[in-house]
């Protein structure tokens, strides 16, 4: 099953440093089978607020997505990303290209909440 890793970043500093971020990042996903899907861009805000940049790259599963961010290489330039915003990064599974919305209440219980 997919997972994605997903940061919403908040206050970058586009500058040396971010820079070299951005020309490495791709090299440490590309043995993972790492791939963006969404990197910042303009937002079309249709419901409550927004700020920062969202950003979200693909991978085949979760190990592999585990492994690209413990990798040594994506460890050796993380800090160039963590010292120059903030935000909040995390992991996710996909779902199945046949997922319906009901599927996420199978085993939940009656008035229990989903998250």
Not at 42 to 62: C, M, N, Q, Y
């Amino acid at each position: 099953m997919p997972a994605y890793a997903v940061g919403h970043l908040h206050d970058v500093n586009v500058g040396h440093d971010i820079v070299e971020y951005l020309k490495r990042i791709d090299a440490t996903l590309k043995p993972f089978g790492g791939r963006f899907i969404i990197h910042g861009g303009p937002v079309a805000l249709l419901e409550g607020s927004w700020s920062g940049d969202l950003i979200v790259i693909a991978f085949p599963d979760r190990d592999s997505a585990r492994a690209w961010y413990a990798s040594p290489a994506y460890q050796q330039i993380l800090p160039l990303r963590t010292g120059n915003s903030r935000g909040d990064v995390f992991l996710i599974e996909g779902v199945d290209a046949d997922h319906k919305a009901a599927d996420v209440l199978a085993g939940v219980a009656a008035d229990q909440p989903l998250g």
